[in-house]
């Protein structure tokens, strides 16, 4: 039995599915943060449970071929990257080899039919939204930052290497104008303050920036200074949104916004198609991997002009909208209500004519497609990573669709609902690992299942 506090000498072998290395002492297995395959070191041991037990680097004896040196000092206690010390190499066969083994162990799929993960050209500045929680330092001083893992405290940090360029800058005014007027944090024991996040979004390429302010308020003191005082610095300022959230909860976003500069909104261009990104809308982070991403479900879809398609989990209607007018008939299905108006707006203002969308949960809207004899030829499911539920693969599979191709930011998910939809007549055919948030343990993957 490992003691704690102890000191061992172990190498590592492998990361967890949080970006964890991984090592063996005494037929254990202990997970080491920030460690990479191939380092030897000391590992003092932190806590000890019956199977495993969790530790830190002490003393690194030999570092790993993989290791590079960290450009962020932050990094280990935000959480926010657990691959910043290793080559971005590596980290793309770590996440190959996750969906391999999620596949070929959990889905029972031939790893001949796993394709080679596609890269990011960036792995700095891709992401284009950031909601960060307001407080003060030790210095009792207003920051925004990140919750460290598994907590509610806030790590600083005004310059995160993940995050568009453009964030930093709007940061930085957010926080004079809270000092300068002193607008109080949000103190979520005590249920009093009013700045809750500050919530960023950015439209890369029409280069729009949204910032919406989260309060524990229905208004705030001088709004009007908080505009002028970010138009003045920020050129690329498009809109300035008031989110409401007095609940007592860890929801970032309250239902009600209300805009005070601006549109309420702004537009990006993605797949050729421009976009309306309100405060609540889904929108993928990494908008240079969507557009690969989406063009490599496209060509997995295989469609043809007097084909109905089907976009499950449709959120804002990006994917399946990008491939409109390749098919007869589009028909997006999405439960939440400000997505489904963006998804119709996006329609109308891309002028394509041939799409529908309902607001509903995707396993009844699949019952109601059904009842209206509808048979698509090709359905797609980009579920959220808890996976498809066993009703939705029950009623897809007797829509009897010849295609489905499958979204998922889930590998173990993934190859569960791929094992069920094998008990239904369909085989996976084709799957590509696509790396969206690099720096980090997360991957998707878009995989081809067919009937057999």
């Known amino acids: 039995m490992l003691k704690k506090n102890e000191i061992y000498t172990a190498e590592i072998i492998d990361y967890t599915t949080e970006g964890s290395g991984v090592c063996k002492i005494e037929g254990i297995t202990v997970f080491v943060p920030s460690s990479a395959v191939g380092d030897t070191a000391e590992v003092k041991i932190l806590k000890t449970a019956k199977a495993y037990a969790f530790g830190k680097i002490e003393r690194l004896i030999t570092p790993s071929e993989n290791r590079i040196c960290p450009d962020c000092d932050v990094y280990q206690k935000c959480g926010g990257c657990s691959f910043r010390h290793i080559s971005y190499s590596s980290e793309l066969r770590f996440k190959q080899k996750r969906v391999y083994d999620a596949l070929t162990r959990i889905g029972g799929v031939s790893g001949e039919l796993i394709g080679e993960i596609i890269g990011s050209d960036r792995s700095d500045n891709y992401r284009n939204k950031a909601q960060l929680p307001v407080t003060k330092d030790k210095d009792g001083h207003i920051c925004t930052g990140f919750f460290a893992p598994r907590s509610h405290r806030v790590i600083p940090n005004e310059d995160c290497r993940l995050q568009a360029g453009i964030f930093s800058a709007a940061e930085k005014n957010f926080i004079e104008w809270a000092e300068k007027y002193k607008i109080a944090p949000y103190d979520e024991i005590n249920h009093t303050g009013v700045l809750r996040h500050l919530y960023l979004r950015y439209a890369e390429k029409t280069q729009q920036l949204m910032v919406c302010i989260v309060i524990n308020a229905m208004s705030m003191k001088h709004e009007n200074e908080l505009v002028e005082m970010l138009r003045s610095e920020i050129p690329e300022l498009d809109t300035v949104v008031i989110n409401i959230n007095t609940d007592k909860t860890n929801v970032i976003t309250g239902k009600k916004c209300r805009t005070i500069f601006g549109r309420g909104f702004i537009t990006d261009e993605l797949c050729g198609l421009l976009f309306r990104i309100s405060p609540l809308s889904f929108y993928q982070v990494n908008r240079s991997q969507a557009e690969r991403l989406y063009n490599i479900a496209a060509d997995l879809a295989d ?114 609902d791929v094992k069920r939809f094998a008990e239904y007549g369909y085989a996976l055919k084709k799957a590509v690992p696509v790396d969206m948030f690099p720096r980090t343990p997360h991957v998707e993957t878009v995989v081809l299942i067919t009937k057999k």
Do not use: H
């Open 303 to 416: 469609l043809s002009s007097d084909d109905l398609l089907i976009d499950m989990y449709c959120g804002t209607g990006t994917i399946g909208l990008s491939m409109a007018d390749r098919v007869s008939s589009l028909i997006g299905v999405e439960i939440i209500p400000q997505a489904i108006e963006d998804a119709k707006r996006n329609a109308a203002e891309n002028n394509i004519t041939n799409a529908e969308f309902i607001c509903s949960d995707a396993s009844a809207a699949a019952k109601e497609l059904l009842q209206r004899k509808l048979k698509p030829d090709c359905v797609i499911l980009d579920p959220p990573r808890k996976g498809c539920d066993s009703s939705l693969i029950s009623a897809v599979s007797e829509m009897s669709p010849e295609r489905i191709v499958y979204v998922s930011c889930d590998p173990a998910t993934l190859a569960r």
